[in-house]
C-alpha cells in the first residue's frame, strides 16, 4: 500500500476534489456483463415500470463504486481503502437518452483516527436526490 497523503498533512474538513461519473444505459449493460448481474431493472425499462421503478436503475454495487473512486483517487491507492460502507437511499435513474444520468460526489475528512487512519465521508447525488446515505471509507494513509 502506498497512499500518496500524509497523515500528518491532513486536517479534519479536508475537502476532497468532487467529481461527476456520467452513466449511460450502455454502462450498465457492459457493467452486468462484467459482474454477472443481469436483474432487468438494470436493462428492461418496461419490466422496470412494471414493478414500480421510475426507469432502469444502475446497479448498486456500481453506483458504489463509482462514488469510492473520488477517494481512491485522492489517495492515490486503492488498496489504502480499508473499509467502505454506503445505505442505499435513492435510486440512480438512468433514462434512455443522450445524456443518461450523472452521480456527483464529494467527500471530505470527518476524522482523523488511529494508526494513521482517516474517516472519509461521502455524498453521492444525483438528479438532485441524496443516493448513497452513510457513505463512509476508512483510509490508510502514508
Do not use: C
Amino acid at each position: 500500500m502506498t497512499a500518496k497523503i500524509s497523515y500528518d498533512s491532513v486536517e479534519v474538513g479536508t475537502e476532497l476534489t468532487a467529481q461527476s461519473f456520467p452513466v449511460s444505459r450502455a454502462t450498465l449493460v457492459r457493467y452486468a456483463g462484467a459482474s454477472g448481474d443481469f436483474n432487468p431493472i438494470h436493462w428492461n425499462e418496461k419490466f422496470a415500470v412494471e414493478v414500480g421503478l421510475p426507469d432502469v436503475i444502475a446497479h448498486g454495487m456500481f453506483t458504489m463504486a463509482e462514488a469510492i473512486r473520488v477517494v481512491t483517487d485522492w489517495v492515490g491507492d486503492p488498496a489504502a481503502v480499508v473499509e467502505y460502507g454506503v445505505r442505499f437511499t435513492k435510486p440512480v435513474v438512468v433514462p434512455n437518452d443522450d445524456k443518461g444520468a450523472l452521480i456527483e460526489v464529494s467527500a471530505k475528512v470527518a476524522v482523523k483516527l488511529d494508526d494513521n487512519r482517516v474517516r472519509v465521508d461521502l455524498v453521492a447525488m444525483s438528479g438532485g436526490q441524496k443516493v448513497l446515505g452513510m457513505s463512509r471509507a476508512v483510509v490508510q494513509l502514508a
